[in-house]
């Protein structure tokens, strides 16, 4: 999503100081952020971080604390569920055994007394949508986990609501069916332009649909941001430890270009850190880089502790006496591990770009 698409589009969802208690215990604090119109975000976080109690607070099934949420200029902030707009797939499905596919389409439908033929024309549109016409006339129970799901999709879209919310819809579905899923949902989503949240613990879920994510830890928003900023600008050590594979090295600030980890100095831009400054150095095993070569900064000899066969790539675990009880993990092409013929117990020589380490305060 470009700033342009953002700057044209207008504020649909608006959630300001937002705070949930069950008992003593805060499970929101003071959540305030801006939904664009027609945009797809997700709420990324562990669980116990608060990102399906927001989902809930925000369709009415739980009721804020404190905290105003506006939908279209409308204030929903204590209106019940029934008097807001959304549609809503559960991780379950919740879809009526007892009904066929067109039926459980249809439920909301008929219960607004939608004419008949209105009600068919909107059934067999949303089943075409989700290549399930074929499958109108069966149960739940004749269709498999990812064709359930797809039922409980256009289910929630069959009212035409302003917000689509998706509560881990995909969690209990194996990995290839979730992959296709994941791109059917994002393509359907785009043709009909409707507003979208969706919670989810799956990093890569979020990577690969939203247009923006929030990162929760603890009931707060630890950090809003696109896929590519959350991955390359991680705000906070809780986010760059959660998104991707990261490394961390207790290091002291040398001066305003070094930082050192027990008798190992490294290159890097210190910013407004003094010297002496404890801080956590953060660096992606990605950007690691293998037989660095001679005459930069940042080039280590280290031995290979262990290997990962990960597909696409090899993790290369890299110990040294400098760095004392730490290790690096290094991520190498699997074709540049063959024709080098990296083995465990070897010393491999790998550089680690200035420009590539982000530092931390170590109370962070």
């Known amino acids: 999503m470009s700033v342009t698409d953002s700057q044209a589009r207008d504020s649909y ?36 971080c608060g ?4 989902l809930r607070c925000i369709a009415g099934l739980e009721t804020q604390t404190e905290g105003l949420i506006i939908q279209a200029g409308r204030d929903i902030s204590w209106l019940p569920p029934s008097q807001r707009d959304f549609g809503i797939v559960f991780q379950s499905y919740a879809l009526f055994p007892n009904l066929t596919v067109a039926n459980n389409v249809a439920y909301g439908l008929r219960n607004m007394k939608v004419p008949k033929a209105k009600i068919d024309e909107r059934v067999a549109e949303l089943l075409g949508l989700v290549d399930l016409s074929i499958h109108a006339d069966k149960y739940p129970g004749q269709l498999s986990g990812g064709e359930q799901q797809r039922v409980a999709l256009v289910r929630a879209l069959a009212m035409s609501p302003g917000l689509l919310l998706l509560d881990e819809p995909l969690s209990a579905l194996d990995a290839k069916v979730r992959a296709y899923l994941r791109r059917e949902i994002r393509d359907l989503q785009k043709r009909l332009g409707v507003t979208t949240v969706m919670v989810t613990h799956d990093q890569e879920e979020a990577q690969t649909m939203a247009d923006r994510i929030f990162v929760m830890n603890e009931g707060r928003i630890e950090q809003m941001g696109t896929p590519s900023q959350i991955y390359d600008q991680p705000a906070t050590p809780f986010v760059a430890d959660f998104i991707g594979v990261m490394n961390f090295l207790p290091v002291v600030v040398d001066g305003a270009s070094s930082v050192r980890c027990g008798n190992l100095s490294l290159k890097c831009d210190t910013g407004k850190f003094a010297s002496d400054t404890r801080l956590n150095c953060a660096i992606r095993p990605e950007d690691i880089l293998v037989d660095g070569g001679d005459g930069a900064d940042n080039l280590l000899d280290l031995a290979i502790a262990d290997m990962e066969f990960l597909g696409s790539f090899v993790r290369l675990y890299l110990r040294s006496p400098e760095l004392g009880d730490h290790e690096l993990r290094a991520d190498v092409r699997k074709t540049f591990a063959s024709q080098q013929a990296i083995g465990s117990s070897e010393r491999i020589r790998i550089r680690i770009p200035a420009d590539r380490i982000r530092l931390y305060g170590a109370e962070a």
């Not at 305030?32 to 669980?47: A, H, K, R």
């Not at 990102?51 to 927001?54: A, D, P, W």
């Open 13 to 48: 969802l608006q959630v300001t100081g937002t705070t949930k208690f069950f008992g003593d215990f805060r499970a929101l604090q003071d959540i305030t952020f801006d939904i664009l119109e027609g945009e797809f975000v997700c709420f990324l976080g562990p669980s116990g």
């Open 51 to 54: 990102k399906t109690t927001l």
